[in-house]
């Protein structure tokens, strides 16, 4: 399996500003996927990242909110945009790196508090 | 869309017992269903994963069963131990990219 890491692990934020997460694998991957997992909640898919094209974002979610760069194949980045309360929450970034293509491993996360 | 549902919520189980955790899901497309482990503070950890052509898979102490007719699948561990405790969700997939996860399951075991 991949090794992820994840910057920051956590931060705090005020309302209004914009923060950018970073994931860093440890092997080369065709697919990124960045996840948000609200308290105490379950996971929900942001955007798909391959390299060399524009992410795909699920419904709910959009490009000027959470603008997304997938410049090379071991590296991501997400950005909460223009950030409120509830965008506290966890992201976590996974990728999809196992012999099997459907396999897919996660980062730590990074707990993110706007207040 | 997919839609995974996930029983129960919480589970609390005496050291040694075992447990189950069981999911639905909607899309007779779906066909590939992991299972992952949530420590707090932590990422997901892929625990075990099963496809549709296949009803069971067992990796030690855990298990997978897929009954594709009722479009459900559960997660069997043996022999809790304390150390089992987190959080489970299971998912579920007709791309492989897309993942549907289960709203998750606190698992306790007691000692």
């Known amino acids: 399996s991949a090794v992820i890491s994840q910057k920051p692990s956590r931060d705090i934020c005020q309302r209004g500003t914009s923060l950018t997460i970073q994931c860093q694998v440890d092997?080369?991957?065709?697919?990124m996927f960045w996840y948000r997992q609200q308290p105490g909640q379950s996971l929900t898919l942001i955007a798909t990242?391959?390299?060399?094209?524009?992410?795909?974002?699920e419904s709910g979610f959009v490009i000027d909110k959470f603008p997304i760069s997938r410049p090379n194949l071991t590296f991501s980045t997400l950005t909460v945009s223009n950030m409120s309360p509830e965008d506290s929450s966890i992201y976590l970034c996974s990728v999809d790196a196992g012999t099997d293509a459907y396999e897919q491993y996660f980062g730590p996360g990074t707990r993110l508090t706007v207040t | 869309g997919e839609n995974v549902e996930q029983h129960p919520s919480t589970l609390s189980v005496q050291e040694g017992d075992s447990a189950v955790i069981k999911c639905t899901y909607s899309d007779s497309a779906s066909n590939y269903f992991p299972w992952y482990k949530q420590e707090l503070g932590k990422g997901p950890q892929l625990i075990i994963d099963?496809?549709?052509?296949?009803g069971e898979k067992k990796d030690q102490r855990i298990a997978v069963t897929l009954n594709k007719t009722a479009k459900h699948f559960s997660l069997h561990i043996t022999e809790t131990q304390p150390e089992d405790s987190a959080v489970y969700f299971c998912?579920?997939?007709?791309?492989?990219?897309?993942?549907?996860f289960g709203t998750g399951t606190s698992l306790t075991v007691i000692p």
């Open positions: 998912a579920a997939s007709i791309t492989g990219n897309q993942f549907y």
């Open positions: 092997s080369q991957v065709t697919m």
């Open positions: 990242a391959n390299q060399g094209s524009e992410a795909t974002y």
């Open positions: 099963i496809r549709s052509n296949v």
